[in-house]
């Protein structure tokens, strides 16, 4: 299984960026696909999370700024992220895995795509 993240860039605070991340295998095993960051010198954290049939989960920090979604026909789950501030600086990463465990925890999350710098000037 391969994760392949794309869509990072560098905004102005107030800015739009929109992040894909295309799973090479839909099966059982990457029935969910979150978004984690990692900013530097700090642990990576979760962002949101989703399922190939429904649902969306996000981390207080995000909550009505960020939207997750899905393309089922393109194998693809977006995250399209609005009103970004400096804080939200940090390389973030796309993880799959079946869906049985908590959806925030990173070590839950069995394959990883490779990381896209996302950085938000003030």
């Known amino acids: 299984v391969q994760l392949q993240a794309s869509g990072g860039g560098s905004v102005q605070a107030g800015g739009s960026l929109r992040l894909s991340c295309v799973v090479s295998e839909r099966t059982a095993a990457t029935n969910r696909v979150a978004w984690f960051r990692q900013a530097l010198g700090n642990d990576r954290e979760f962002v949101a999370a989703?399922?190939?049939?429904?649902?969306?989960y996000y981390s207080d920090s995000v909550r009505g700024r960020f939207a997750i979604s899905r393309d089922n026909a393109k194998d693809t789950v977006y995250l399209q992220m609005n009103s970004l501030r400096p804080e939200d600086t940090a390389v973030y990463y796309c993880?799959?895995?079946?869906?049985?465990?908590?959806?925030?925890?990173?070590?839950?999350?069995?394959?990883w795509g490779q990381g896209t710098l996302v950085t938000v000037s003030s």
């Open positions: 993880a799959a895995n079946a869906a049985r465990d908590r959806y925030e925890r990173a070590s839950n999350y069995n394959y």
């Open positions: 989703t399922t190939w049939i429904g649902g969306a």
